[in-house]
């Protein structure tokens, strides 16, 4: 068989028309596979669909009911990870003797590198991010790919890989739901709080699609593990890796802690200081003190040289969405927290504040509970703005806890508005809404560009 032509005739149906979902179409085709693309989206169009793909792609474009013969037909099913692994269309395929997976099981198959890869709740994005730059400041930009939920295709870059090169990737519970082989040389669980409860419906089946990262792992792999997570402390008794620690509240026999201002390495019976969170990082709040952790303790588990690693720390700047100061106007300090979808990434952002603030909550319903969200507010919140459809749930929660400073808003623009007037001089304004932003924004990257935009047009 030649070189592209793998899946030479073989016959696959991606449902979704996203990025992954245009990737993986792409790299099917370049292996020989015939491919329908489907897209259930009663707004889509066969026309809008091919208007995605190369002018040169045979695939068939396909919105509406399938026809049967194509539900017949298709041997291999490729999941978008928007589409959940147990609606009606997918249940039927998978009746039939259809094969399921995912877009990162797709591009693992022609990986031909090492892979790190990192999920939990929250941090992923910092973190991915993070190893993504030490390991360009080690092997170069063409020897590193930083794939995956952070928003650029595995299925772009698996072709470019070579046996001395690192792949990184961010991969959600969404993607690990559908992997089969994926077998990275180090992953990471940074965290498990609940999320995403409206696609997983449980917390056991949150946790273990987490836990799926180290799947395929052995002995003679790391799995890097946060000692202060009941789950993941739970997970580490049982993972198929080697686990390596990191905690933020205790000092450890073996891994990486924090002690005092310094984050410190403990190995074979010997400890090593390794830098000041104070005056080596960029970052701010605990929350990114456990990112760097474990960022580190990824790389150094890919055997990148420590000086290397924390050299890149120390010019490590916050990924933009993440707790990121936008500007100061007037006296009051602005920070972009978009990313904060869930109350305990929200529970960071509010951390890291050190001044009296003003935060805007709500968005999408992810049938999340609020309470130690406000619980954390611990005198820091001055007034909660609430926006979206989970205003008046989250204003129910505050009220039960005692906290009453709320004033809603029916639009984001009255929102930021708001925020304004509500601000003094020595105040700070933090966007982190523990709410997904959909049905106001695509995604939070938008809503947090337009908060950024208002922010830098104030005088």
């Known amino acids: 068989m030649k070189a592209g032509e793998k899946y030479l005739g073989m016959k696959f149906l991606v449902i979704g028309s996203g990025l992954s979902g245009i990737a993986s179409v792409r790299l099917l085709e370049h292996m020989g596979a015939e491919v329908v693309l489907y897209d259930g989206n009663d707004k889509m169009s066969v026309e809008k669909l091919r208007a995605l793909l190369?002018?040169?792609?045979?695939?068939r474009c396909m919105t509406g009911e399938l026809p049967e013969q194509i539900l017949e037909e298709t041997e291999t099913v490729v999941l978008s990870p928007g589409v959940p692994v147990d609606i009606p269309l997918v249940n039927t395929l998978r009746e039939k003797g259809a094969g399921i997976t995912g877009e990162i099981e797709l591009g693992f198959g022609q990986e031909k590198g090492r892979v790190a890869a990192i999920t939990g709740t929250n941090g992923k994005t910092t973190t991915t991010t993070l190893v993504g730059e030490i390991i360009k400041a080690w092997l170069g930009e063409d020897k590193t790919f930083v794939v995956g939920n952070i928003g650029n295709p595995y299925t772009s870059e698996c072709l470019k890989t070579a046996p001395d090169s690192v792949t990184v990737g961010e991969i959600s519970s969404f993607q690990l739901e559908t992997v089969h082989t994926f077998?990275?040389?180090?992953?990471?669980?940074?965290?498990?709080?609940?999320?995403?409860l409206n696609r997983h419906h449980t917390m056991e089946a949150y946790v273990a699609a987490k836990e799926n990262i180290a799947l395929?792992?052995?002995?003679?792999?790391?799995?890097?593990?946060?000692?202060?997570?009941?789950?993941?402390?739970?997970?580490?008794?049982?993972?198929?890796a080697r686990v390596v620690w990191f905690s933020s509240l205790r000092k450890?026999?073996?891994?990486?802690?924090l002690k005092e201002s310094k984050i410190v390495r403990a190995a074979g019976g010997e400890?090593?200081?390794?830098?000041?969170?104070h005056e080596d990082?960029?970052?701010?709040?605990?929350?990114?003190v456990e990112n760097v952790m474990a960022a580190i303790a990824i790389a150094a588990g890919l055997g990148v040289p420590m000086e290397?690693?924390?050299?890149?720390v120390r010019n490590f700047r916050a990924v933009e969405h993440r707790i990121e100061f936008v500007a100061s106007r007037g006296g009051v300090d602005y920070y972009n927290d978009s990313k904060g979808t869930n109350p305990d990434a929200a529970i960071q952002g509010i951390r890291a504040m050190n001044r009296p603030t003003v935060l805007i909550g709500g968005g999408y319903d992810k049938q999340s509970e609020y309470d130690q969200w406000i619980e954390s507010f611990q005198g820091k919140v001055k007034w909660l703005v609430l926006i979206g459809e989970t205003r008046d749930k989250i204003a129910e929660c505050a009220r039960k806890h005692g906290f009453d400073r709320i004033r809603f808003a029916d639009s984001f623009e009255e929102c930021l508005k708001l925020c304004t007037e509500l601000a003094s001089e020595g105040d700070a304004v933090l966007l982190s809404p523990a709410c997904a932003s959909w049905g106001m924004f695509p995604n939070y990257e938008v809503r947090g560009q337009k908060f950024k935009e208002y922010v830098m047009g104030l005088e």
């Not at 190369?54 to 695939?59: F, Q």
């Open 271 to 277: 400890e090593r200081e390794l830098l000041d969170i």
């Open 281 to 288: 990082m960029n970052l701010v709040g605990m929350c990114n």
């Open 216 to 240: 395929n792992q052995n002995r003679e792999d790391i799995c890097v593990l946060n000692y202060e997570n009941s789950y993941t402390r739970d997970f580490g008794a049982r993972c198929p």
């Open 54 to 59: 190369p002018k040169e792609s045979k695939a």
């Open 308 to 312: 290397t690693v924390l050299e890149t």
């Open 183 to 196: 077998h990275p040389a180090v992953s990471a669980i940074l965290n498990i709080t609940p999320d995403h």
């Open 252 to 257: 450890l026999e073996e891994g990486y802690y």
